[in-house]
T-cell receptor, first 114, second 111 residues
Framework: GENVEQHPSTLSVQEGDSAVIKCTYS??????FPWYKQELGKRPQLIID?????GEKKDQRIAVTLNKTAKHFSLHITETQPEDSAVYFC?????????????FGKGTHLIIQP | DTAVSQTPKYLVTQMGNDKSIKCEQN?????MYWYKQDSKKFLKIMFS???????INETVPNRFSPKSPDKAHLNLHINSLELGDSAVYFC??????????FGDGTRLSIL
């Protein structure tokens, strides 16, 4: 089955700086890669996703890049703000998350230092 | 209105008991899921249910059984609860190739 590795486990950045979280996946059949943000005691919320027919996607301060050959994908957050502090999860699946569900990475605790 | 709702929000019970968690979605989605988030925050798929087809993660003990009375509901029944079952259980739903939406979670604590 699919295996997703996520690094780093903890990331501390100064407010206003950029943050980058990296993931690798094992199953070349995976074609859907969402990123979820989870605040303490809350549910995971989708912040951005990318499908394998696209190399990069951007939404305001958040961008995701995908390298299918290397089986890498990354989340980039620019101009970080205190409200960006949370745990971020990458995930991978086939067929847009269909019946097999999502395989998650182990999460990155992002800390924004004021 | 909450799109994916779970009840109860908190569940505290004794080891050996049987309990159920309910999930309902009002999004008209055709696939529903159960995920387990352990104390280290690791999220893992347990089940998915799509048009009466159940896909089970092979690591899930058979004490856990999902039940779907209709397309909008997927309940989780757990028999003979063990200490290691303590976790947050998230229900989610999706439609076709669209992203999954998660419920607020049920925090299960086994005494």
């Amino acid at each position: 089955g699919e295996n997703v590795e996520q690094h780093p486990s903890t990331l501390s950045v100064q407010e206003g700086d950029s943050a980058v979280i990296k993931c690798t996946y094992s199953d070349s059949a995976s074609n859907y890669f969402p990123w979820y943000k989870q605040e303490l005691g809350k549910r995971p919320q989708l912040i951005i996703d990318i499908r394998s027919n696209v190399g990069e996607k951007k939404d305001q301060r958040i961008a995701v890049t995908l390298n299918k050959t290397a089986k890498h994908f990354s989340l980039h957050i620019t101009e970080t703000q205190p409200e960006d502090s949370a745990v971020y999860f990458c995930a991978a699946s086939m067929a847009g998350g269909g019946a097999d569900g999502l395989t998650f990475g182990k999460g990155t605790h992002l800390i924004i230092q004021p | 209105d909450t799109a994916v709702s779970q009840t109860p929000k908190y569940l505290v019970t004794q080891m050996g008991n049987d309990k159920s968690i309910k999930c309902e979605q009002n999004l008209g989605h055709d696939t529903m899921y159960w995920y387990k988030q352990d104390s280290k925050k690791f999220l893992k798929i347990m089940f998915s249910y799509n048009n009466k087809e159940l896909i089970i993660n092979e690591t899930v003990p058979n004490r856990f059984s999902p039940k779907s009375p209709d397309k909008a509901h997927l309940n989780l029944h757990i028999n003979s609860l063990e200490l290691g079952d303590s976790a947050v259980y998230f229900c989610a739903s999706s439609q076709g190739y669209q992203p999954q939406h998660f419920g607020d979670g049920t925090r299960l604590s086994i005494l």
